[in-house]
């Protein structure tokens, strides 16, 4: 089992930025693959951003341009930059990491907890 800790989030005017991260810890795997989901009121989760462990990243086509995920393997952690935020972008964002690496990340592994992203207009 992998678990994983996000940070970050929080309340930010629109076209302003947020930064959030998720630490892995536990039967990680050097195939793991990490990225980010989204769910706002109302709506299903949806799939925001994933990196695979060679660096191939992929995007919800609203957020491309806007927001960048990174990696630190040594620390098995995910980084998403999100830049020029919309108050569509609202929602509790979560982190999804897949040990056995399968892609496109599909929500597969594990999840953490959430975190509230609210982008005011």
């Known amino acids: 089992q992998v678990q994983l800790v996000e940070s970050g989030g929080g309340l930010v005017q629109a076209g302003g930025s947020l930064r959030l991260s998720c630490a892995a810890s536990?039967?990680?795997?050097?195939?793991?693959?990490m990225g980010w989901f989204r769910q706002a009121p109302g709506k299903e989760r949806e799939f925001v951003g994933g990196?695979?462990?060679?660096?191939?990243?992929t995007y919800l086509d609203s957020v491309k341009g806007r927001f960048t995920i990174s990696r630190d393997y040594a620390k098995n952690t995910v980084h998403l930059q999100m830049n020029n935020l919309k108050p569509e972008d609202t929602a509790v964002y979560y982190c999804?990491?897949?040990?056995?690496?399968?892609?496109?990340?599909?929500?597969?592994?594990?999840w953490g907890q959430g975190t509230q992203v609210t982008v005011s207009s």
């Open positions: 990196i695979k462990y060679d660096g191939t990243t």
């Open positions: 536990g039967r990680t795997s050097s195939r793991m693959v």
């Open positions: 999804n990491a897949d040990p056995l690496g399968r892609w496109p990340l599909s929500g597969f592994g594990s």
